[in-house]
């Protein structure tokens, strides 16, 4: 065999055993690279899914542990509407009927009447109103003011008998009166005639009182009420100091048809006493607020 030849052996048998070495290499090897990375991904993932669901844990956590925080806000919330309600409905009663009431310093709730007539003065005029409650508790105007008169001597806490001045207070509606025609009214009304007499003198046990006839007199001063025709053509008594009925403190305080000041009742025109008579309603407890 030449030299040649012998070359060209050991290059084919150099050739076989690199071919046989690889081939051992790779199928003897470890994991590939691609089979290093997989595995790592595989864990990533779980370790993602675990994030997640901690992720997922902690949010419900956290809600759970806010849930005091949104029954607060809700609580406050609640009182906020509950304080525009009140709100709502204190303004909804009539502006100029908050102001009467501010201005008397007279708690209207203190007595169960749904009719208020309002007489309110300045020196011995008046502005005089007429408010009806309604079922929603609310007081409506009807719509009647009308100007007035008092007393000639103005509106006073401490009026006495014959001092020319109107009382001051809150007081229930009487009786309606009248001189000829009875006027339409739902007041218990009585007629005024030549025997009705409204006893004055402090000294009589008939003071403050309406009498028929004279036959029990024991007065020295009485007002003879037809006398007064125009004024007392229609009207409703005002129950002052009738319970119990204190001598000398006041008597004869009606609401009658007049266009003056009075000598202590409230006069208003014909008209209107016969619109206030038409709507005042018995059943619904009148009062009248006389400041």
Known sequence: ??????????????????????????????????????????????????????????STTEEETTEPETEEISSEETSSETAESTEVQQVSQPEEFIRLMSKCGIDINMVDCRQLVVVESSGNEAVVSFYEKQD?????????????????????????EGDGKTPYGLFSVGEAFYIGEEPETGLNSFQVTENTYWVD?????????????????????????????????????VNFNMDPIVPGKGSAIFFHCGTAPTAGCVAVPESSVLSYLERLDKNKNPYILLM
């Open 1 to 58: 065999m030449s030299k040649k030849e012998k070359i060209k052996l050991i290059s084919v048998v150099a050739a076989c055993f690199i071919v046989v070495l690889i081939t051992l290499i790779v199928v003897f090897s470890p994991k590939s690279d691609d089979d290093f990375t997989s595995a790592p991904t595989a864990d990533t993932s779980e370790a993602k899914v675990t994030t997640e669901e901690l992720t997922t844990e902690t």
């Open 136 to 160: 929603s508790g609310l007081w409506q105007d009807t719509g009647l003011t009308v100007s007035g008169w008092v007393g000639v001597n103005g509106v006073d806490e401490k009026s006495q």
């Open 201 to 237: 003198d402090p000294q009589s046990v008939y003071y403050n009182q309406k009498v028929e006839g004279t036959e029990n007199k024991d007065w020295n001063s009485a007002e003879h009420m037809i006398s007064y025709y125009q004024s007392y053509k229609y009207g409703f008594v």
